[in-house]
C-alpha cells in the first residue's frame, strides 16, 4: 500500500527565507509523485510532480522539488519565501496506473514579514 | 476553461436531510474523483470514475452515500439521510486520462454543514 508522510503540520519561515516542506512516501511501486497547494477557500491547485527522468523538477511559483529514492523523500523548495506563498502544501503520491492518488496531512506554511 | 465546477459552494442543512452535490469536470477529461476533507481525517478518496464508470468506490463511508455520473459532464454526491459527522469540504477533481499522471484539476469544493 502506498503512503505519505509529511513532517511538520507547521511551518514558519520570515518572508526572503528558504522554504523547505518535508515529504517521505511508501510505495511497493516506482511512484508518481506531486505536490498540490491549497490556498483559503479553495481546491487544490497542482504545484509539480515527477513521474520518470530528471529528479529535480520545476513548478510554478519559484518551487522545485527533488526525489531522492534511496531516501523515499520528495522535499519541496523554494529559495526565498513571499508573502503570498502561505497556503497548505500536500504531498500525493500515485501508483504506476495513476488510478488513485493518496495526500499526505498537509503542511500549513505561514510567511513572516 | 472553466475549470472544474462545483454547486453549491455552501450548503447547511439538518440531520435526516438529503443532501445532492454536484460537480461538472473540464471538458474532455475522462476520470472524475470525489475527495472528503475534514481537519480530523485530512483529505479522504471516496469514489473515482473513469469514462463515466464507477471504478473504485471503497472510500465510500457508508451506504448513506452514493455518487453517479450519467454522462461525461456531470456528477452528483449524494447523502441520504445526512448526520453532523458528513460536515466536510466535498471536492470534486478531474483528470485528462487514467493511466497517466497528469495531476489533478480540482474544484473549488462544497462546504457541507448538517446541523
Known sequence: AQSVTQLGSHVSVSEGALV??????SSSVPPYLFWYVQYPNQGLQLLLKYTTGA???KGINGFEAEFKKSETSFHLTKPSAHMSDAAEYFCAVSDTGGFKTIFGA???LFVKA | DAGVIQSPRHEVTEMGQEVTLRCKPISGHNSLFWYRQTMMRGLE???YFNNNVPIDDSGMPEDRFSAKMPNASFSTLK?????PRDSAVYFCASSPE???PYGYTFGSGTRLTVV
Request: with cysteine; aromatic share 8%.
Open chain 2, 45 to 47: 478518496l471516496l469514489i
Open chain 2, 79 to 83: 447523502i441520504q439521510p445526512s448526520e
Open chain 2, 98 to 100: 487514467q493511466g497517466y
Open chain 1, 106 to 108: 498537509g503542511t500549513r
Open chain 1, 20 to 25: 523547505l516542506l518535508r515529504c517521505n512516501y
Open chain 1, 55 to 57: 529528479t529535480l523538477v
